[in-house]
């Protein structure tokens, strides 16, 4: 069984990056909770929207995170790709793949 996680991670290109943090932050008003080199997150009701800077990529990407207790038994499930070398997967048990459309998700345990 899948569930929606807590996080929504919208990659930026280079070029939007300033625009785009001064909309969210600025202009939508959104609480930064959290500033790093390339990442900036915000308080988004009960989730978390992340905003990470992407240097190489020239469009907006939208990742979703989902919740299982068998990430693996779930790709499976969706017949879904498994991606893992999009970025490390650090102390988190689960796969990155995609949705026929190509928008990413994330499907892991929680905790």
């Known amino acids: 069984m899948l569930r929606p996680g807590r996080n929504i991670a919208i990659k930026v290109p280079l070029h939007r990056w300033d625009e785009t943090l001064a909309f969210y932050r600025d ?5 930064v909770i959290r500033t790093f080199d390339k990442s900036v997150s915000f308080r988004f009701g009960e989730m978390t929207l992340w905003l ?8 907006v990407d939208v990742w979703l995170e989902l919740f299982t207790d068998d990430p693996t038994g779930a790709l499976t499930k969706l017949g879904s790709p498994k991606r893992d070398e999009l970025e490390p997967l650090d102390g988190v048990t689960g796969h990155w793949t995609s949705d026929p459309a190509g928008t ?8």
Not at 52 to 59: A, E, F
């Open 27 to 31: 202009k939508v008003g959104l609480e």
């Open 52 to 59: 990470d800077r992407v240097d190489h990529q020239s469009q």
């Open 104 to 111: 990413v998700l994330l499907i892991r345990k929680e905790g």
